[in-house]
Structures are given as structure tokens and as C-alpha cells.
């Protein structure tokens, strides 16, 4: 079972509308969480990392973390074409940890 | 632009020999280089951690002899797939921090097929 789960697998959703991501980690040892988008064909680059509870925004993209449930989303609204990718959560034991537990990812499509 | 270069981006060996890839840190000092694995069904895995002047430390199911790395420096790093089979298929990430800066900047990745 891996220890961090992502859900959906897979999501649709139409240019400019709201897509939501969500991420459960099993480990109770992790404290950060980080999302990650990796384009087809090339490699992941972080959008965000979380490690409090609470909501945090930056432009189109807005990611919540409920510590007690080890429970984070991630948000794009007004979804563009070009957000289509694979959206990787992460997590880790302290911001600096190279141990970084992934989940599989949501694939994302934004239909123009 | 890119500040970790990783080749080949993409390589083809056949089952049992071997295959080299190269990374390399643009304009930073890559104290600590991670290797990474992803696989056909996207599930990371990290391989080895590799920083300057330490041992490497690798995770449970990797292997020095299966994965030996060097780290001559503070900008390159080279990981080498030892007899290489079907199930080591799969897009090889090598990532380097930047400083305190605590984003992982990960090369484009090699990818990698096996015969």
C-alpha cells in the first residue's frame, strides 16, 4: 500500500473551470507536503509546498493542509490548456529531507 | 533555463549490458545530488542520496553494485545502471538543492528502455 495516496487518478475538467486534487499521506511521521507538475516528456518541477495548517495561495493555485488527517488539496482555478499535466503530491519528514514519499499522481486534462 | 542538466535524455540498451547517465548543476554548488526512479506507473522511488566527500547512502532495494554513482564534485554527478533488465525501465530523475533553497531542481531525466 503506498503511503501516499492521490485521488482522482485521473481528472477533466473544461478551460477555465476549477480542478481539485487531493492527497492523503499514511505516514504520521511526515510534516511537509509539496506538489509537484511534471508535463509529458519532461521532468517534475515544484509548484508549492505546505507545512502548516491551513489555506496557502499563489496565483491560479491555492493549496489547503489539514495536519491532524495528513489530508492536502490543490486547487487551479480558471484552468488553463496548458495546466494539463501529471500533478504529483509528495511528502517528507522535514523541508529539507530527500526522502520525499510520492504518491502516482493525478493526470490532468484541461479541455479547451 | 534548466539548472540541472541530466543526458542522455533518452537511451536504449539491451537486456544485461549497461547504461551511463550524467548529471550536471548550472551555476550552483550541488552539495547533495539525489537520484531518482520513476517508474512505467509514475510511482517515484528514491535510489541513493550522493553528497561530496560522504558516503553514498543508498535506499532499501538499491545497491552500490547495481547503481554505483560518482560525485567527483560539487557540480557532477554520473549514476550507472549495472546489467540492466526489463524492470529497471523508467525515467531516472537526478535532483540538487540550490542552498537553503528548499525546492529539489530535477534534471530532464533519462529515460530508459531495455530490450
Known amino acids: 500500500q503506498q503511503k501516499v495516496q492521490q485521488s482522482p487518478e485521473s481528472l477533466i475538467v473544461p478551460e477555465g473551470g476549477m480542478a481539485s486534487l487531493n492527497c492523503t499521506s499514511s505516514d504520521r511521521n511526515v510534516d511537509y507536503f509539496w506538489w509537484y507538475r511534471q508535463h509529458s516528456g519532461k521532468s517534475p518541477k515544484m509548484l508549492m509546498?505546505?507545512?502548516?495548517?491551513g489555506e496557502k495561495e499563489e496565483g491560479r493555485f491555492t493549496v489547503h493542509l489539514n495536519k491532524a488527517s495528513l489530508h492536502t488539496s490543490l486547487h487551479i482555478r480558471d484552468s488553463q490548456p496548458s495546466d494539463s499535466a501529471l500533478y504529483l503530491c509528495?511528502?517528507?519528514?522535514?523541508?529539507?529531507?530527500?526522502?520525499?514519499?510520492f504518491g502516482s499522481g493525478t493526470q490532468l486534462t484541461v479541455m479547451p | 533555463g534548466a539548472l540541472v542538466y541530466q543526458y542522455p535524455r533518452r537511451t536504449i540498451c539491451k537486456s544485461g549490458t549497461s547504461m551511463r547517465m550524467e548529471c550536471q548543476a548550472v551555476g550552483f554548488q550541488a552539495t547533495s545530488v539525489a537520484w531518482y526512479r520513476q517508474s512505467p506507473q509514475k510511482t517515484f522511488e528514491l535510489i541513493a542520496l550522493?553528497?561530496?566527500?560522504?558516503?553514498?547512502?543508498?535506499e532499501q532495494n538499491f545497491t552500490q553494485e547495481k547503481f554505483p554513482i560518482s560525485h567527483p564534485n560539487l557540480s557532477f554527478s554520473s549514476m550507472t545502471v549495472l546489467n540492466a533488465y526489463l524492470e529497471d525501465r523508467g525515467l531516472y530523475l537526478c535532483g540538487a538543492r540550490r542552498g537553503a533553497d528548499e525546492r529539489l531542481f530535477f534534471g530532464h531525466g533519462t529515460k530508459l528502455s531495455v530490450l
Open positions: 509528495a511528502a517528507s519528514r522535514s523541508s529539507g529531507s530527500w526522502q520525499l514519499i
Open positions: 509546498s505546505i507545512f502548516s495548517n
Open positions: 550522493s553528497t561530496v566527500n560522504s558516503a553514498i547512502k543508498y
